[in-house]
T-cell receptor, first 112, second 113 residues
């Protein structure tokens, strides 16, 4: 069964303190691993898509990496505005009739 | 370029009632999916619409139904509301069935009392 597990559930950082969020996945035939940012009460905002092991993508202070079993979201020198829930998802199902399967998210709080 | 829009923003209903939520996909997108997100959880897939037909369905009862219109907009209907249906309902669209990237709307917060 396709499954996504994120850790930790919550993370508190001081401004400037770099860290990483983990996303472990099990899926038959990876068609994409996706990272989203979600602010309270709002819809998920698309950040990255990774398609194959070894791939990396960057956006401002965020860098996403992918191995065959997990993905990491590295946050370098975070700022308070990076506080949000970060969701990881994989594309599950056959071909293009599939769906996104999400983890439960990691809630990040960055204190000034 | 307008993103995914949803209406209403918030909704309060009584147990047993019926509700309709609406979604307009991102410009140029023809495939719409609906997700339910309970507090503190990741979104759960409800169903997907393409060419005005339901193409795939998640593990949700028949009380959940939908529709897609010729302009690609979509509705989610929930009958016989239960307290457990209280959640954030998210609509997502993608450019085509060959594209896996989905873009989400702001959601509709449904509270069932």
């Amino acid at each position: 069964e396709d499954q996504v597990t994120q850790s930790p559930e919550a993370l508190r950082l001081q401004e400037g303190e770099s860290s990483s969020l983990n996303c472990s996945y099990t899926v038959s035939g990876l068609r994409g691993l996706f990272w989203y940012r979600q602010d309270p009460g709002k819809g998920p905002e698309f950040l990255f898509t990774l398609y194959s092991a070894g791939e990396e993508k960057e956006k401002e202070r965020l860098k996403a990496t992918l191995t065959k079993k997990e993905s990491f979201l590295h946050i370098t020198a975070p700022k308070p505005e990076d506080s949000a829930t970060y969701l990881c998802a994989v594309w599950g199902g056959s071909g293009n009739t599939g769906k996104l399967i999400f983890g439960q998210g990691t809630t990040l709080q960055v204190k000034p | 370029d307008a993103g995914v829009t949803q209406s209403p923003t918030h909704l309060i209903k009584t147990r047993g009632q019926q509700v309709t939520l609406r979604c307009s996909p991102k410009s140029g997108h023809d495939t719409v999916s609906w997700y339910q997100q309970a507090l503190g959880q990741g979104p759960q897939f409800i169903f997907q619409y393409y060419e005005e037909e339901e193409r795939q369905r998640g593990n949700f009862p028949d009380r959940f139904s939908g529709h897609q219109f010729p302009n690609y907009s979509s509705e989610l209907n929930v009958n016989a509301l239960l307290l457990g249906d209280s959640a954030l309902y998210l609509c997502a669209s993608r450019a085509s069935r060959d594209s896996y990237e989905q873009y989400f709307g702001p959601g509709t917060r449904l509270t069932v009392t």
